[in-house]
Structures are given as structure tokens and as C-alpha cells.
T-cell receptor, first 115, second 118 residues
Framework: GDSVTQMEGPVTLSEEAFLTINCTYT??????LFWYVQYPGEGLQLLLK?????DKGSNKGFEATYRKETTSFHLEKGSVQVSDSAVYFC??????????????FGKGITLSVRP | GAGVSQTPSNKVTEKGKYVELRCDPI?????LYWYRQSLGQGPEFLIY??????ADDSGLPNDRFFAVRPEGSVSTLKIQRTERGDSAVYLC??????WGRGTTGELFFGEGSRLTVL
């Protein structure tokens, strides 16, 4: 079945450090890929997305490129801030089925950024 | 309201009791989803509504779980004879609808209802 695998956490970084969070996927079709973020005390919210191979999603200084050849969608940020401390979820959706955009999530990874 | 609203935010119940969790989606969103998030895990799909009908209920763990959306807006997730293993955060999300009608797959989530079964 379809699945998403995220690197093990938690991750603790100092402010202004470079961030990479790995995500790989397995899917029977051609998924759209997403990163969702959950800040403390808040609901899940979309951070960025890419709907086809080689697309790059970006938002708030975060980037991720859809790599079909390696089935990956790694999240990167050049300089993290304390306010980036949150739980990050990689997810996929098989939109081509037309019937729905059901998301399959990874386990999530907790990022803590120290001042 | 502007976002997806879920009530209650917290529910503590005893094993064997019946529980209802409510979700009020974003106005105009025809698609509604329920997910369950256990501690340390990502959200797991339970059920999806397109309008009033349950288009995909493949994620419901057993027949103790049931959800309705009678008027195509508010949805209620119902859990009968609760068990300790049902303890989790239950998330509701909504989206514009089917692919090709302006959706890119983005789901808008509520803050969740935390269920604790003692």
C-alpha cells in the first residue's frame, strides 16, 4: 500500500542552523506530496506542496523538491528560527483517483530550535 | 467561522461509554475527513465524506465507529462501547472537493478532539 517514511526524531538545532528532514514515499500511482506542520497548541496546517515530479514547493523559507527517481520529498531550510519549533509531517495524496484527496501521513518529526 | 471547528476539545470517558465528536467544516467545503492521531504517530485516515455520503470508510477500525454528515456540512463521529485503545486525538479536515474543481489536495484541519478513555 501507499506509505510515507520520515527520518527518526526528535531533532534539536541551534538558531540559524541548516535543516534537512528526510521523507521518502511508496505509492502505486503518481502522488502529490505535502509537508504539514503542527505548531504547539495548534492544528495541522499545510506548509508546502508539490504536485508533480521536479516541482519545488516553498513557503516561509522552507523548500522541498519532488524527486520521482528517488521517491523523496526532503524538507530543507537554510537558517532555522526558534519559531520553527514544531512537529513536521510528510504526506502524500493520490489525486488522480479523482474520488478524493485522502492523505497518507508519515509519523512526524519534532523539531526544537534553541536560541 | 473561518476555520474547521471541532468540539469538544477534550473528552474524558469511561470504558464502555458512548462518545460523540463534532466537526464543523469551512463553509463551502464539500469534502470532509476524519483522522485519528495516536501519540507519536501521524494522523491515520478514518472516513471521507463527499457531501452527505461516506465515499470512503475504509479506515474505520471496526463497527463501533460510525460517522454521519446528514446535511452535507456538520459531521459527527460516534464511538460506541469505548475502549482504552480508542484514546487519541481525533482530527477533522475539510477541503473544496474533488480534483479538477479547484482542489490541489490541500486539507484544512481543525485543532482536534482529544479523547481519553479510562
Amino acid at each position: 500500500g501507499d506509505s510515507v517514511t520520515q527520518m527518526e526524531g526528535p531533532v534539536t538545532l541551534s538558531e540559524e542552523a541548516f535543516l534537512t528532514i528526510n521523507c521518502t514515499y511508496t505509492a502505486t500511482g503518481y502522488p502529490s506530496l505535502f509537508w504539514y506542520v503542527q505548531y504547539p497548541g495548534e492544528g495541522l496546517q499545510l506548509l508546502l506542496k508539490a504536485t508533480k515530479a521536479d516541482d519545488k514547493g516553498s513557503n516561509k523559507g522552507f523548500e522541498a523538491t519532488y524527486r520521482k527517481e528517488t521517491t523523496s520529498f526532503h524538507l530543507e531550510k537554510g537558517s532555522v528560527q526558534v519559531s520553527d519549533s514544531a512537529v513536521y509531517f510528510c504526506a502524500l495524496s493520490l489525486l488522480y483517483t479523482g474520488a478524493n484527496s485522502k492523505l497518507t501521513f508519515g509519523k512526524g518529526i519534532t523539531l526544537s530550535v534553541r536560541p | 467561522g473561518a476555520g474547521v471547528s471541532q468540539t469538544p476539545s477534550n473528552k474524558v470517558t469511561e470504558k464502555g461509554k458512548y462518545v460523540e465528536l463534532r466537526c464543523d467544516p469551512i463553509s463551502g467545503h464539500t469534502a470532509l475527513y476524519w483522522y485519528r492521531q495516536s501519540l507519536g504517530q501521524g494522523p491515520e485516515f478514518l472516513i471521507y465524506f463527499q457531501g452527505t455520503g461516506a465515499a470512503d470508510d475504509s479506515g474505520l477500525p471496526n463497527d463501533r465507529f460510525f460517522a454521519v454528515r446528514p446535511e452535507g456540512s456538520v459531521s459527527t463521529l460516534k464511538i460506541q462501547r469505548t475502549e482504552r485503545g480508542d484514546s487519541a486525538v481525533y482530527l477533522c479536515a475539510s477541503s473544496l472537493g474533488r480534483w479538477g474543481r479547484g482542489t490541489t489536495g490541500e486539507l484544512f484541519f481543525g485543532e482536534g478532539s482529544r479523547l481519553t478513555v479510562l
